[in-house]
């Protein structure tokens, strides 16, 4: 009865434990995605001589300025450089919606990224990754104009970052 009772404990405290673990592995793999698409999007720029973006879009086949990141988006050859998917433009990569609990944002309010063929990157913000944890757990991906993305877990000014 003695071992029962304290594996009954030891389970007790182990749980939420794992859990932040869960959570952890599912925001950072969440953020290595993310990140590789727009490594993706900068080389296929470069390689290409060609414009592509990155937008939200919660249909994996055209930009949207409604839905919300989380919602999914695209790589986009973005041969007339509108930052919008037309008929004839190649789709790179989709991403579908990130599982419930999971927010996502660029910046203030933006729609995309794009990337030049020199590899530089428009606009200049930041990705930040919530959960519901909160702002302390949050992870970022740091756009900057040179097109160089970078994680932190922290703003682009040091600060703490913002899920709201």
Do not use: H
């Not at 599912?26 to 973006?53: C, H, M, P, W």
């Not at 986009?76 to 790179?92: C, K, L, Q, R």
């Not at 999971?102 to 919530?130: E, H, I, M, Q």
């Amino acid at each position: 009865m003695a071992v029962l009772a304290i594996a009954g404990v030891l389970a007790a405290t182990a749980a939420p434990a794992m859990q932040n673990i869960v959570y952890e592995q599912r925001l950072t793999a969440y953020v290595n995605e993310l990140f590789g698409d727009l490594q993706l999007a900068r080389s296929e720029a470069i390689k290409r001589v060609v414009q592509v973006t990155l937008c939200k879009s919660s249909d994996g086949a055209a930009c949207s300025t409604t839905s919300n990141w989380q919602s999914g988006w695209i790589v986009f050859v973005d041969t007339d450089g509108d930052e919008t998917a037309d008929s004839g433009e190649t789709i790179i990569k989709v991403r579908q919606a990130l599982e419930s609990g999971v927010t996502l944002r660029y910046g203030s309010s933006y729609d995309y990224v794009y990337y030049k063929s020199d590899g530089t990157a428009w606009p200049n913000a930041t990705f930040t990754f919530c959960d519901t944890r909160g702002a302390s757990y949050a992870r970022a991906i740091i756009v900057s104009n040179t097109g160089r993305a970078r994680t932190s877990s922290e703003a682009s000014d040091g600060g703490a970052l913002s899920c709201s």
